[in-house]
């Protein structure tokens, strides 16, 4: 919402642990999606065309943020149905993958860092 920040968290129905774990700030603006423009809109926002958009909508005194009307006065591409679920089909399986991976790293990590100091001492030994 901020001018000049860019703070975005994608959530989609895969995400489990964001969704049941975490509490999202109220700094945000939720922007919710038709079916099958999910990640039409979610690239679209990550575009610096938006960014310079969002910026030159941005209001206030001491810290200019965006408002729900300046985020109304956007205009986006609508492309056909068939193009957003073409579109929509191919991104999902991309961006689960990348959110499984990233996933599956942090919890490598973590059982590295708790196996890792018991190895250095001699508690735990690889055969």
């Keep these: 919402r901020m001018k000049d920040t860019k703070k975005i968290i994608f959530v989609d129905d895969y995400c489990k642990e964001l969704i ?5 700030s109220t700094g945000f603006a939720g ?45 986006i591409l609508n492309p056909t ?8 089909i191919r991104m999902k399986f991309i961006y689960e993958k990348i959110y499984k991976n990233n996933h599956q790293n942090q919890i490598l990590t973590e059982l590295r860092d708790w196996l890792l100091p018991m190895l250095m001492n001699g508690q735990v030994k690889v055969k």
């Design 31 to 75: 922007i919710e999606t038709k079916s099958g423009s999910f990640y039409f809109v979610w690239l679209y926002i990550n575009s610096q065309d938006f960014e310079d958009i969002k910026n030159k909508f941005a209001t206030g005194t001491t810290q200019k943020s965006i408002t729900n009307e300046g985020i109304e006065k956007i205009k």
């Design 81 to 88: 149905t068939d193009i957003l679920n073409s579109f929509e």
């Design 20 to 24: 049941e774990n975490y509490i999202f």
